[in-house]
């Protein structure tokens, strides 16, 4: 297996020399994220983000399952991110990478640990029946910055997303199945639901170079190879920061990390918007 | 690098891998380039893309990314370790080429080349089999001068499909000229599907990587667009 390529020293010192005056090999500035495009549908939860040439594909599912004894009266989300060699060229294939263990990491502690999904709406007959809520995410091109574009289609695809309803008379559990959107057929007696989402993490991952001073906001695959530490913030949309997640590199000054913050709650309202477009522009389609 | 006349090349159809291709395997004077092998009786695809044909020569063009190495061709390379005799160099195939010490205009024993790992270098293919890893050589062996292989100094480096660097280098595609027309820049074109490029500031490195990289999937007339479309 070829390892992932390294860059030469010419590049790492071009990148370095164009950060110093504020120029990015790709044109934009140090605090610009790239185009981000979001597609939701067909399906239900079924989302598709592209930031730059970063692809990511994220695909929601559910089913009928036991809560666990010791939650009885919640449902249960599960997040699955898997590298595939398809977009990292580097992948031991079977062994999770570092990188893969952090994305998951990353996005469970976003989305799971703080609750954005409301888990209590999603049982249904207490230590007896809950649904169970898949979130997939595949990654499909990697450029750089995949755990901003995983928060991204992830958070998408649970927006996006509609659960059969459920009627519950005495003992008997009466699940209303859909047919899925776009086909001739009309919607079963009853509406699919949505679920219910308590508050929207986004990611925003910044990258640094040299000693601190120099940083970009969403880094490019080449920017990622040559940086020397990193930092990646989820803010929802109460502006409250859900995570900080530093995980080695170098130290960094109390007043970059203010500066950071700053400007990732500047971005994750743009990101939002983004999201809100897409699921207006679901619902037309869907009308039609 | 085989020279390909532009003029004279005519595509025939798109193919997929283990189509037929109506060609008789006894036509005199056949010659099947890459993609194309002889199955029996037939001839079949193993790569999907455009079966073009010249003359009598016929081949497919594809979109493909993995380089795989062919005596005689231009490549841009990264120093990626060093051994006894020889510099380990990462030119984007599945096994890591080799440039001995002695590849070089001039060199000797005594007189060594001075590259550090991570250096970028423009070399020939001096040797390429597939039971062995592929050889690299700095000069020209007509004349043993180095004309122009070697370190490159500074640039960039832009990964493309190796399509796109045959039309860049045949000029198929006009972006190397319109492009030349607006500032001045270098390149070094490796068939390895890496584009090494330069100019005097790091504004026009990245207007010059940037133009490169979306021309790709551009035709001759947008080409001029995006070429108009940009400030210097």
């Not at chain 1, 502690?109 to 049982?123: H, P, S």
């Not at chain 1, 309803?165 to 086909?183: A, K, L, M, P, Q």
Request: aromatic share 6%.
């Amino acid at each position: 297996m070829v390892k992932e390529l390294e860059l030469s020293t010419n590049e790492r010192e071009l990148i370095i020399s164009g950060l110093k005056e504020g120029i990015r090999l790709d044109g934009r500035g140090i605090d610009d994220f790239r185009s981000l495009k979001i597609t939701l549908g067909p399906e239900y939860g079924r989302s598709e983000v592209k930031l730059g040439a970063t692809k990511v594909l994220a695909k929601v599912s559910c089913e009928v399952a036991r809560p666990y004894p010791e939650r009885p009266n919640e449902g249960i989300l599960t997040l699955n991110t898997e590298l595939s060699p398809m977009a990292f060229t580097g992948l031991e294939p079977g062994r999770p990478s570092e990188e893969e263990v952090l994305v998951s990491r990353i996005l469970e502690k976003a989305i799971k640990i703080n609750r954005a999904v409301d888990v209590e709406g999603l049982c249904i007959v207490a230590n007896e029946l809950a649904w169970s809520i898949h979130v997939d995410v595949h990654f499909l091109d990697n450029d750089g910055n995949i755990i901003d574009a995983a928060c991204i289609a992830a958070i998408a695809a649970l927006s996006h997303f509609r659960r059969p309803d459920v009627t519950v008379i005495g003992e008997d559990v009466t699940i209303v199945f859909f047919i899925i959107s776009n086909s001739k057929h009309p919607v079963d007696q009853r509406n699919p639901v949505p679920l219910s989402i308590h508050h929207t993490p986004i990611c925003v991952t910044f990258a640094f170079f040299e000693n601190g001073d120099l940083w970009v906001v969403d880094p490019s695959l080449k920017e990622e190879q040559i940086r020397r530490g990193d930092m990646i913030m989820a803010i929802n949309n109460h502006k409250e920061i859900c995570v900080l997640s530093k995980a080695g590199g170098i130290p960094l000054e109390m007043h970059t990390i203010i500066q950071c913050s700053k400007l990732a709650a500047n971005k994750v309202d743009w990101v939002r918007e983004r999201i809100q477009a897409a699921l207006v522009n679901a619902a037309e389609v869907e009308k039609r | 690098m085989k020279p390909t006349k532009s003029t004279e090349r005519t595509r025939l159809k798109v193919v997929l891998p283990g189509d037929t291709v109506s060609l008789e395997v006894t036509t005199p004077g056949i010659t099947l380039g890459p993609g194309l092998i002889q199955a029996g009786e037939f001839i079949t695809c193993t790569k999907a893309g455009v079966l073009v044909c010249s003359g009598s020569t016929y081949w497919i063009e594809t979109d493909q990314k993995r380089y795989i190495p062919e005596t005689g061709e231009h490549v841009v390379g990264r120093i990626s370790g060093k051994g006894g005799e020889f510099y380990r160099v990462d030119v984007g195939s599945a096994h890591q080429a080799i440039l001995p010490f002695l590849a070089f205009e001039n060199a000797t024993k005594k007189n060594r080349p001075n590259f550090n790992i991570g250096d970028l270098i423009y070399a020939r293919v001096s040797l390429a089999n597939k039971d062995m890893d592929p050889e690299l050589q700095c000069f020209n062996p007509t004349n043993n001068k180095a004309e122009g292989f070697g370190k490159l100094e500074g640039g960039m480096v832009l990964k493309c499909s190796l399509r796109y660097c045959q039309r860049l280098l045949t000029q198929e595609t006009d972006i190397c000229k319109l492009l030349g027309q607006k500032l001045q820049f270098e390149l070094s074109i490796g068939m390895n599907g890496r584009v090494w490029l330069s100019s005097d500031t790091i504004k026009h490195i990245s207007l010059v990587y940037n133009a490169l990289k979306q021309a790709e999937t551009l035709n001759n007339n947008e080409c001029k667009t995006l070429v108009s479309k940009l400030v210097v």
